[in-house]
């Protein structure tokens, strides 16, 4: 049977956690994505993650970031088991629904909260640079969520179970294709609960929301659910070619993918991976631990166990408890059902049986959701989540990426940031652990020596990346702008870049356009480690990514006076990304520090009002939206300027073209 083990230590943390969760019902927090890496998934402390679509702008499982290729409709934990009565009992952290208030009907998890800090979410991270840096935390983003089965309905009676949840996603370029859904489940009914089964239900949709809109019904192209293609990988001894991995032979895993990549705007792949559980689960012998259910949306069962059909009486319907247990992988053409055509797909990976749910005991249960541009980056992508899994996510990670500050000049943007220290004001030698010593004399957790090698700035011109399978990795599509190293023997021997009067690194880079985005991002590496065999270890790029628009500094006392461009302004001009009305922008620059921007049409009537304050850049953009967030008309305007510090108002018109 296949390993299905975790990490003592990973345990002993989570039953910390678990010692802070009492009973008490907590507020929903619904808001939480990760951020770190470049898969963003809403996460939530009520059993589920995604949010239907129901929150534009809010990702449910966008990537890469800022892409606008979502990946995730909704998913989440299910349990079943046997009770004290006998009796098969489900609860489902989510199921088939059609937005996020239907969804809620049938959600079977509620949120809890500590007695003691009253807590709804717990987040921390790895990274002593961050201010929620924890020792305890096992990645640079980690959400600890908690929540129980309590939730009773007309179809659903409480298992008792408890839940803390951690959520872990990495920066490391290594690990910031997948993020891990940690879950460690409590029996807290009284009694013994049998016959238990685990699972993980989803329905994904990959699509790219600037080409399909999936938030507003009366789009003229809406998101399209059927054109999917889904599918599961299983173990070396339990399936047989293609869904079994050459080189990955315990691996349990659901994909998607759009079917024709929508026009080359949402060409990735997304799956969830079962890492592991403890204990393992204790099928018969001969018996695969993993069972895959797939069907097609509407499909689940309304009951937790067998059931008559409400249109035929005679007929005896498996519930969602066999559903979980019923030993099908469904993959491929049946003689039922053919798994491989495009259509409006969910999933169901389920594994079990624990025979016996002592009252008190705790199940751990720990899945990747991992995404790739194509089918190999997955595969590979989910190894890697594996081996983390397999390590107590103990993944070796290098100095973290910088803190960065931004100033502008003249066609130049000027990139600031703290080098760290040694010692403190006296002299003492700083703890390994203190975060005041990163990046540039970062202790490695792996091998407790210093492991700081140097820098590098990347630069992309651009809102958000354009990966690819030809071009998957941030790095391949951005520039290297500059590459420092320490002079130590090591290397390139370049030396680091300058310190400014106040001590922080600088580096001004320049040539760039006015008005246009530009992706900065500053990673911090070391250097291979032959001793310990560690690689060159290099930050995540989105560590401290930022979008930047050059353009001046603020002006003083009005000088220059304040100007606009492009004016005339037309609309899809090079100026906008694409022509959405939501991408337009009119650029207001030689702005003062603190102002109001208002515009005016010639009749006197105010359009909109923008405001701006920024100690460092002088310039300010207007989308072009009315204060309703209304298109505007072609035509000509005035807008007025006030200085918020000395009360000068500096006027001046503009002309919109469509």
């Known amino acids: 049977m296949p390993r299905l083990g975790s990490s003592a230590i990973r345990h002993s943390v989570v039953a910390g956690l678990l010692g802070f969760a009492l009973a008490a019902h907590g507020a929903v927090d619904i808001d939480k994505y990760t951020s770190a890496g470049l898969l963003r998934v809403n996460v939530t402390n009520l059993g589920y993650i995604g949010h239907a679509f129901s929150y ?35 609860s489902s952290g989510s199921q088939d629904a059609n937005g996020l208030v239907e969804g809620d009907v049938v959600r ?29 935390a096992l990645a640079n983003q980690q959400f600890n969520m908690f929540f129980n089965d309590y ?42 609960l049998r016959d238990v ?15 399909t809109n999936p938030y507003d019904p009366n789009a003229v192209l809406r998101w399209n659910y059927y054109d999917d293609k889904n599918g599961a990988l299983g173990g070396q001894d339990w399936l047989y070619d293609p869904y079994r991995v050459e080189g990955d032979p315990n691996i349990w895993m659901a994909f998607e993918h759009d079917a024709d990549g929508e026009e080359g705007l949402a060409t990735s792949w997304i799956g969830y991976r079962l890492l592991g559980t403890s204990p393992a689960p204790q099928p018969a012998t001969g018996v695969r631990p993993v069972n895959y259910n797939q069907w097609s949306y509407r499909g689940v069962p309304s009951q937790d166990s067998w059931y008559y059909d409400s249109t035929d009486s005679t007929t005896l319907l498996p519930g969602k408890y066999q559903i979980m247990s019923n030993g099908e992988f469904d993959v491929g053409e049946t003689q039922d059902q053919d798994f491989t055509r495009e259509g409006n797909w969910v999933s169901l990976m389920s594994t079990g049986p624990f025979p016996s749910w002592a009252a008190g005991d705790t199940l751990h249960m720990t899945w990747a959701i991992v995404a790739g541009v194509d089918s190999l980056a997955l595969l590979a992508n989910s190894k890697v989540a594996q081996l983390a899994y397999d390590t107590g996510f103990n993944l070796p990670q290098g100095p973290p990426s910088p803190r960065l500050q931004f100033g502008y000049a003249e066609d130049s943007v ?24 990163s990046p540039e004399h970062h202790i490695s957790t792996a091998t407790g020596e210093p492991d700081f090698q140097g820098y590098r700035i990347y630069r992309y011109e651009g809102e958000a990346l354009d990966l690819s399978p030809e071009h998957p990795l941030p790095t391949d599509v951005a520039t290297l702008v500059a590459q420092y190293d320490v002079i130590d023997g090591v290397g390139f021997d370049t030396g680091l870049p300058p310190l400014n009067g106040d001590g922080l690194r600088e580096v001004v880079d320049t040539g760039l356009r006015e008005g246009f985005p530009y992706l900065y ?8 480690n032959l001793q310990h065999q560690l690689p060159e270890l290099e930050s995540g790029f989105y560590a401290n990514v930022d979008t930047l628009y050059p353009g001046p500094a603020p002006s003083v006392d009005g000088k220059p006076g304040v100007g606009v461009y492009p004016n005339p302004y037309r609309a899809a001009s090079m100026y906008d990304g694409t022509p959405l009305e939501s991408n337009r922008k009119i650029w207001f620059t030689n702005l003062p520090a603190r102002c109001t921007i208002k515009i005016f049409t010639v009749a006197g009537d105010l359009v909109d009002t923008v405001e701006h304050d920024s100690a460092v850049s002088g310039q300010e953009f207007w989308d072009v939206l009315s204060i309703k967030g209304r298109a505007i008309a072609s035509g000509l305007y005035v807008y007025a300027v006030e200085d918020l510090a000395s009360g000068e108002v500096q006027r001046g018109k503009l002309v919109i073209i469509k």
């Open 56 to 90: 534009p702008g809010l990702p449910a499982g966008e990537y890469p970031p800022g892409s606008h290729v979502e990946h995730i409709y909704r998913g989440g934990l299910w349990v079943g088991a046997r009770n004290a009565e006998g009796v098969l009992r489900v």
């Open 108 to 136: 079977e998890f509620e949120a809890y909260a500590s007695s003691e800090t009253d807590y709804l979410t717990q987040i921390w991270s790895s990274d002593p640079t961050r201010p929620n840096w924890n020792p305890a």
């Open 151 to 192: 939730r009773v309905s007309s179809t659903h009676w409480p298992l008792g179970i408890h839940v803390a949840l951690r959520v872990l996603a990495w920066e490391t370029s290594r690990a910031d294709d997948f993020i891990v859904l940690d879950y460690a489940l409590v029996n807290v009914s009284g009694t013994e």
């Open 197 to 211: 089964w685990l699972g993980f239900w989803i329905d994904t949709t990959v699509g790219n929301t600037e080409h």
């Open 414 to 437: 000027i990139l600031r940031w703290d080098p760290g220290v040694e010692t403190d004001s006296t002299g003492t030698a700083l703890d390994p652990t203190d975060p005041r010593r």
């Open 521 to 528: 991002s500053v990673t911090s590496y070391s250097a291979p």
